[in-house]
């Protein structure tokens, strides 16, 4: 059974940066697409950023500029580099995988203080 485990979250201030990563375990083949998507409290989970098998990839506005995102596919992994991240960017985020099959990670919190 495949899983999807992030990791890089915490407490960061504003200006700074933080990692996620995020890990498919167990057999995952011919992955299409990978995201990264975010919910903060009392709304509703919203597009970061995506990155499909050829590469081709697709950001919020929010995120244009500031967040990179990208993927091993050898290692089935998706990464998203958050730099001068704001209290705005506060939320729990979370990755997904879609092969024929749709996959969610559990969330990693972030959280950015003014």
Do not use: H
């Amino acid at each position: 059974q495949v899983q999807l485990v992030e990791s890089g979250g915490g407490l960061v201030q504003a200006g700074g940066s933080l990692r996620l990563s995020c890990a498919a375990s167990g057999s995952i083949w011919s992955i299409n697409f990978m995201g990264w998507y975010r919910q903060a409290p009392g709304k509703q989970r919203e597009l970061v950023a995506s990155i499909t098998s050829g590469g081709t990839t697709n950001y919020a506005g929010s995120a244009k500029g500031r967040f990179t995102i990208s993927r091993d596919n050898a290692k089935s992994m998706v990464y998203l580099q958050m730099n001068s991240l704001k209290p705005e960017d506060t939320a729990v985020y979370y990755c997904r995988m879609q092969t024929t099959w749709d996959y969610w990670g559990q969330g990693t919190q972030v959280t950015v203080s003014s």
